[in-house]
């Protein structure tokens, strides 16, 4: 309400609002603070009624071959073209083989699905970086990379880790495929406006500790499902004193803990990061865009529906046990007893670990593990790689164990290769791939064998994820090395 309107308030009308609520009140909740993620939703409201969901403008939408088939056929359907091409890009990603990508996919589902992407993106004008294009990798990856995603944006993408953009102090979320035709035809999106929770962790992390660590000890504390419709905004001076990497795994993974969308307030380092890329903005664009971006954080007197807070000191390297991303435990610790687990759980809870041949009470330092997978939208960037390369120089993979390094992108794979680390991870035995998914999420010729353990540096690690009876440990890209390495769960701290 502009404050105009409070000055002009006639006496019968100001008597009925006073009847509601003290006037003091009343201004008081128009002047307080607001959160980041109020800031940029209510900048992006093209049209709000009370009962229904808002209207919100989308600055960038990203789409990929898994869900957008359906969506441009609404379109066709309709006769409606894509509304804003230039705020739509496309790449392929999640069906992708990463061996010979030169050649034809192989799996006919996969095959059918990319070639419908380049159908229909040519039909429809939008831009693809599809296989073979030197912008080409898994969507969440290439946004950052090239300075598509800006701070203060709205994103959405058919993929539910589009939190990951919320790093840079984005709105991003997942959406569906008729939500994604929505968006196609319109450039807007109907959403109702999720409730704000904060999660700060302060301190020094112990080395050794990553962000993935952070992310994985954050869903055990509060579950799987803790965040369910909130918008959830990281904070405190730890998560200030991370990379944008790690800053971009903390909110990927957002959503496994039932996030709506994740977010950090941009500060210096996300300006420095931004600055240079390919379609970040250039000379006094950029003035005027960094000038706005400063205003985005959290007021001082800004009010969330919910708040944790925890210690950097008390963060282990952490993993899972189980088969959804809140079963986890300290590499130190022990799986829980069932006699702990809630009554109306300890039937899932048992039939995880029947999944998993693991048994309640033990420990998962020192199992034996068969696969290693090094990649996805949340662990697949440079930072990540060259902090494997570096703990495996002169080091050789355990006999028995496969692992796999899939870089995030083309740009990825040619720094990378540029660095010389394809060469520490061929002398390791390790063997680096082209970019996509992977085996993330079994979609493509990756995929763990059945009744095979593969710690892995993804997200998710419900039954099934990594391909048929596949068992999935999460974990970060060091505990990963160092199970390459050793052949078994390994606290990597030991070995620094």
């Not at 309400?1 to 009925?16: A, C, E, K, T």
């Not at 102090?169 to 495929?177: L, Q, S, V, W």
């Not at 999106?189 to 990553?210: C, D, F, H, S, W």
């Amino acid at each position: 309400m502009p404050v105009d309107h409070l000055l002009d308030f006639d006496g019968r009308v100001l008597s009925n609002l006073l009847f509601f609520c003290n006037f003091a009140e009343l201004i008081f909740l128009y002047f307080m603070g607001k959160t980041l993620f109020e800031k940029i939703w209510d900048a992006h409201v093209v049209h709000k009624q009370e009962g229904f969901p808002d209207v919100l403008y989308i600055n960038t939408h990203f789409i990929h071959e898994v869900t957008s088939p359906q969506a441009f056929d609404g379109l066709r359907k309709r006769n409606l073209p894509v509304f804003r091409v230039n705020k739509t890009r496309a790449t392929a990603d999640h069906n992708v083989p990463t061996k010979d990508q030169h050649l034809p996919i192989k799996e006919a589902l996969s095959r059918h699905q990319v070639e419908m992407l380049t159908k229909n993106t040519k039909e429809f004008g939008v831009e693809l970086y599809g296989l073979g294009h030197q912008y080409q990798g898994i969507v969440h990856v290439i946004g950052p990379e090239l300075g598509i995603t800006v701070p203060g944006m709205t994103i959405v993408c058919g993929d539910s880790h589009t939190s990951t953009h919320g790093a840079f102090g984005c709105i991003a979320f997942g959406i569906g495929t008729s939500e994604v035709e929505m968006v196609m035809a319109t450039q807007c999106i109907l959403q109702y406006r999720p409730k704000t929770m904060k999660i700060e962790i302060n301190g020094k992390l112990a080395k050794g500790v990553t962000s993935k660590d952070i992310i994985l000890y954050i869903i055990t504390q509060i579950s799987a499902a803790g965040a369910n419709g909130y918008a959830v905004e990281f904070a405190g001076d730890t998560i200030r004193s991370l990379s944008m990497e790690a800053r971009m795994t903390i909110c990927n993974m957002s959503i496994e803990m039932g996030g709506r969308c994740g977010m950090i307030a941009p500060d210096q380092i996300t300006f420095d990061y931004v600055k240079g890329r390919e379609f970040a903005p250039k000379g006094a664009d950029w003035d005027k865009a960094e000038a706005y971006w400063k205003t985005l954080y959290s007021d001082a007197d800004a009010q969330y529906d919910k708040v944790y807070s925890f210690k950097a000191e008390d963060i282990d390297p952490w993993l899972t046990y189980g088969t959804n991303p809140g079963m986890g435990v300290s590499v130190k610790g022990l799986i829980p007893k069932v006699e702990s687990i809630a009554a109306n759980e300890q039937t899932s809870y048992k039939k995880a670990l029947e999944y998993m041949g693991l048994e309640a009470g033990s420990k998962l330092e020192g199992k034996k593990i068969d696969y290693v997978f090094i990649g996805s939208c949340t662990n697949s960037r440079m930072e990540d790689l060259r902090a494997v390369a570096e703990f495996v120089k002169g080091k050789k993979k355990a006999e028995g164990v496969e692992v796999w390094i899939i870089p995030g992108s083309k740009q990825v794979e040619k720094a990378a290769i540029a660095e010389g680390l394809d060469k520490i991870f061929a002398e390791a035995g390790f063997e680096l791939r082209e970019p996509g998914c992977s085996a993330c999420l079994g979609m493509n010729e990756d995929k763990v064998p059945a009744g095979k353990y593969c710690i892995s540096t993804s997200n998710r690690n419900f039954e099934g994820r990594q391909g048929p009876g596949a068992r999935t440990l999460l974990a970060s890209p060091l505990m990963a090395a160092a199970a390459a390495v050793t052949g078994k769960i390994t606290d990597v701290r030991e070995m620094i």
